[in-house]
């Protein structure tokens, strides 16, 4: 009558609720019915809303918590967790709100399930969750970690794009390391790699540098000679192990 409707499943827990945050009109649902496709119509006191439950895609504004700009996201524990410029927020199911991770509200620019744990970087540094606790495991000299990769040939290798190039950590159990760092005097703000076990670096205005794998990692570089359109702003992903830009 005023709480929309309830998904529940077959002990009668609410597993899911269909009201105004969700996306229907209004929380006056009148009656529902469920179509071949196994979605649902309700009826409602402003007329009829159609809920596609059996797609994957949702979608989350405002009404669900979210009050910064979104920067990045990701699964953990079964739980989908957001990095914003308000801090890092996870999504609670029950009452479909995204809620502050651990009262956690610095600028944070990317967040990363990586060996159980969720790592996050923000302003002022990198930080890990465990599932219960914050912990800060590394500052870069350099200035701010925008980007996070871990290197699918070596488990324990964790790279960070940063205000002036790369910091490369070994992580191990609880024990976070340094490396080494490439300094390339611009942002990073993209890594990715592929099935040729090369490590990308797409900056903001001097092309994509690369770790050639045929070359013992020695640093290279993609330029305009190599066919890039331009040398700014290049982002770089992985998708099927292939480099796309």
Same mark, same amino acid.
């Given at each position: 009558y005023k709480a929309g409707a309830f998904i529940l499943n077959k002990d009668l827990a609410i597993i899911s609720k269909l009201n105004s945050k969700t996306g229907i009109y209004d929380e006056n649902v009148k009656g529902g019915y469920e179509d071949v496709n196994g979605n649902i119509w309700l009826a409602l006191n402003y007329g009829v809303s159609f809920v596609e439950v059996k797609s994957p895609l949702r979608k989350f504004t405002r009404k669900n918590g979210i009050n910064g700009v979104v920067?990045?996201?990701?699964?953990?524990?079964?739980?989908?967790?957001?990095?914003?410029?308000?801090?890092?927020?996870?999504?609670?199911?029950?009452?479909?709100?995204?809620?502050?991770?651990?009262?956690?509200?610095?600028?944070?620019?990317?967040?990363?399930?990586y060996q159980n744990k969720l790592f996050f970087s923000a302003n002022s540094g990198l930080y890990v969750y465990n599932g219960k606790t914050i912990k800060p495991v590394h500052q870069s000299e350099y200035g701010t970690i925008y980007y996070m990769l871990n290197d699918p040939y070596q488990p324990n290798v964790l790279y960070c794009g940063h205000d002036?190039?790369?910091?490369?950590?070994?992580? $191990?159990?609880?024990?976070? $390391?340094?490396?080494?760092?490439?300094?390339?005097?611009?942002?990073?703000?993209?890594?990715? $790699?592929?099935?040729?076990?090369?490590?990308?670096?797409?900056?903001?205005?001097?092309?994509?540098?690369?770790?050639?794998?045929?070359?013992?990692?020695?640093?290279?570089?993609?330029?305009?000679?190599?066919?890039?359109?331009d040398l700014k702003e290049n982002y770089v992903f992985s998708y099927n192990r292939k480099l796309l830009i």
């Open positions: 920067q990045s996201s990701t699964v953990y524990n079964n739980v989908l967790y957001i990095a914003t410029d308000k801090g890092v927020f996870y999504f609670d199911t029950k009452d479909y709100l995204f809620k502050q991770l651990n009262g956690f509200n610095e600028q944070t620019w990317y967040i990363l399930n002036n190039g790369v910091d490369v950590l070994n992580i $191990s159990g609880e024990n976070t $390391s340094y490396i080494k760092s490439y300094i390339l005097n611009t942002d990073v703000r993209s890594l990715a $790699s592929d099935y040729n076990k090369n490590i990308y670096f797409g900056t903001s205005d001097k092309g994509i540098y690369f770790l050639n794998y045929k070359n013992s990692y020695l640093l290279d570089s993609l330029q305009l000679i190599d066919s890039l359109p």
